[in-house]
């Protein structure tokens, strides 16, 4: 069974510092894990993923993420925040069962930049 | 523009009024999927489809159909809606779901309210 707990519901960050958003999961595969990103009436958009490659992930808007599997984390940081950056983001496992390699979605975290 | 569409985006209606929501991708993707999204739950998957022909059930399928005929359509169909099934639905596409975890296309959403 896999389950994805994102640590905090709410971040608020100021314009310009640091953005972290945690992410632990739970799987009994090596497991490929994702960031999404949610903006206000709208779909879901990849940020980045992890499938068994490098385990510091790059992704868009100066997003990365880390896998570290001894502490079955997948954080999402960022250097410096940007009013743009406000959003829900969704940290997904991927779990290769066969016949549907089931997505399990944490709650999302909601992100606010303060001016 | 490579795109998954909705329709409609928002619909209120009343128990037991049967109602399809309609999902297209333009990709060619062989992988199509329904999501509900509720606060504090995240994205829940309701049905799946591998391809024209095969569908399954996801985590949530009670009180939903679906069906796949043609490659690029999977619609949504609430034979008989309660209000229980007040949501934000999303159809998701990719190219498959192996194990190398494509990246999924989530559609804008569509706003169901039944009263």
């Known amino acids: 069974a896999q389950s994805v707990t994102q640590l905090d519901s709410h971040v608020s960050v100021s314009e310009g510092t640091p953005v972290l958003l945690r992410c632990n999961y739970s799987s009994s595969y090596s497991p490929s894990l994702f960031w999404y990103v949610q903006h206000p009436n709208k779909g879901l958009q990849l940020l980045l993923k992890y499938t068994s490659a490098a385990t510091l992930v790059k992704g868009i808007n100066g997003f990365e993420a880390e896998f570290k599997k001894s502490e079955t984390s997948f954080h999402l940081t960022k250097p410096s925040a940007h009013m743009s950056d406000a959003a829900e983001y969704f940290c997904v496992v991927s779990d290769p069962n066969f016949g549907n390699e089931k997505l399990t979605f944490g709650t999302g975290t909601r992100l606010t930049i303060i001016p | 523009e490579a795109q998954v569409t909705q329709n409609p985006r928002y619909l209120i209606t009343v128990t037991g009024k049967k109602l399809t929501v309609t999902c297209s991708q333009n990709m060619n993707h062989e992988y199509m999927s329904w999501y509900r999204q509720d606060p504090g739950l995240g994205l829940r998957q309701i049905y799946y489809?591998?391809?024209?022909?095969?569908?399954d059930k996801g985590d949530v399928p009670e009180g939903y159909k679906v069906s796949r005929k043609e490659k690029r359509n999977f619609p949504l169909i609430l034979e008989s809606p309660s209000p229980n099934q007040t949501s934000l639905y999303f159809c998701?596409?990719?190219?498959?779901?192996?194990?190398?975890?494509?990246?999924?296309?989530f559609g804008p959403g569509t706003r169901l309210t039944v009263t």
């Open positions: 489809s591998m391809n024209v022909e095969v569908t």
């Open positions: 998701a596409s990719s190219l498959s779901l192996g194990f190398s975890s494509y990246e999924q296309y």
